[in-house]
């Protein structure tokens, strides 16, 4: 059992926190090798995750490597931006929390079972089922992802998502609708907490900012709210050109 309580990490005017632009932090460091990048702008294989990032938001040149990275008229996630520049289409702009590990109960959970590719067909049927995020086929090879199991069928799970030097993001936190009210989703939370613990990382997560129940949730076992961030699905220029061509 590991109980640590852990200040929120002081921020500095002059530089920018690394979790503020995690996904960016995450494939330029331990997710590297997953990275398909263009100059400034980066993302996951299209089978692995949605997130695409940008080295700066506010250069105009790293949403030119962006535009090249994903093609015309292609609508793309971007985390960190508050808004596009001229000649992108928003099409979804919304609002998120970023929570940190500072007072977090992590222990094993001695009923999880390890989840892999075998497992993905189940996994994708629970998340479908609950909705909690993006979840793709190959998103197991982000992390490790941990399920609880009731008569052989998967009914709970959580995993690793982001890697930003220093630290892990825990994600794609489910339970199965007729299983809720058990725990089970806080005990798979400690559980992968411990993991990323063990190799001296500090867990962090994110929720949308209208998630009210699951924010409260996570406050009560030991998460304090960092920030509020911009969520944009963006369009990039050249829709019309490609439609034409």
């Not at 949605?50 to 990275?69: E, G, H, I, M, V």
């Not at 998103?139 to 799970?157: D, K, Q, S």
């Not at 998630?211 to 944009?232: C, H, K, P, Q, V």
Request: one cysteine or more.
């Amino acid at each position: 059992m590991s109980t640590v309580a852990r200040p929120t990490p002081p921020q500095s005017t002059a530089t920018p926190h690394i979790l503020d632009n995690a996904a960016w932090a995450a494939l330029t460091g331990p997710h590297a090798h997953l990275a398909e990048r263009v100059g400034s702008a980066a993302r996951y294989p299209l089978d692995v995750s949605p997130f695409t990032a940008l080295a700066d938001p506010a250069d105009p040149r790293a949403w030119d490597d962006l535009a090249s990275l994903v093609g015309p008229g292609t609508v793309t996630p971007v985390t960190g931006a508050k808004s596009a520049p001229q000649g992108w289409e928003t099409v979804q702009h919304g609002q998120g929390v970023q929570l940190v590990d500072t007072a977090l109960r992590a222990e094993p959970a001695p009923e999880a079972v390890r989840l892999g590719p075998d497992d993905v067909p189940e996994i994708l049927d629970l998340i479908a089922r609950t909705e909690p995020g993006p979840f793709l086929p190959r998103t197991v090879e982000l992390g490790t992802y941990l399920g609880i199991r009731h008569r052989g069928r998967l009914i709970a799970l959580a995993g690793e998502r982001l890697r930003p030097p220093g630290w892990t993001e825990i994600s794609a936190v489910c339970t199965a609708p007729d299983h809720r009210g058990k725990g089970l989703a806080t005990r798979l939370v400690r559980a992968i907490a411990a993991g990323i613990r063990e190799r001296g990382d500090t867990p962090f997560l994110h929720a949308s900012a209208t998630n009210t129940g699951a924010i409260r949730l996570y406050e009560s076992i030991g998460f304090t709210l960092r920030r509020r961030s911009d969520f944009l699905l963006v369009r990039t220029p050249g829709a019309e050109q490609e439609q034409t061509a």
